[in-house]
């Protein structure tokens, strides 16, 4: 399991964000709002699903009232629950259910992070799973609009993906490890 060295969660989750998103450039999109501020970090307190639930409730619809000049995306992180990656799986049915609920479909998603993330049909060894993993649980709530006018100024975002996997695959568990120990 991914632990960073930072006893915060936040800011062992912000030492991610820079030395693996944004340093292996798994996320091209990322580097610019990390630099403009608009970043919106969130420490869930929650210590069940239901509280987790409210909270990202309550994230969603601040994400969709601000101007996106101040807050283009939040990342609440919330490590007192859903540890287990099944039931981290299991609560994104809620999550996506909230969101409908709210009318927030087409406006907002919601991606997920895990320290133990695994994508469909791969073995939980897989390097590539690294592009998901988090030092902590973390829901990613993003503008349709931002992922919209990221991809159109991307030429090559569908290849994303498989960069990702090259990029893990070339710098393999050990070089994952280093990366997130080595002091800022």
Sequence with gaps: MLRLMHPNPLQATQAWLEKAVIGLNLCPFAKSVHVRGQIRWVLSPAQDTQALLQTLVDELQVLAAADPRQIETTLLVHPEVLQDFADYNDFLDLADAALAELGLEGELQIASFHPDYQFADTAADDVGNCSNRSPHPT??????????????????????????????????????????????
């Design 139 to 184: 829901l990613h709530l993003l503008r349709e609009s931002s992922i919209d006018r990221a991809l159109e100024s991307t030429p090559d975002a569908a290849q994303i993906y498989e960069r990702n996997i090259r990029t893990l695959q070339a710098l393999g568990h050990a070089g994952w490890q280093r990366l997130l120990a080595e002091d800022d």
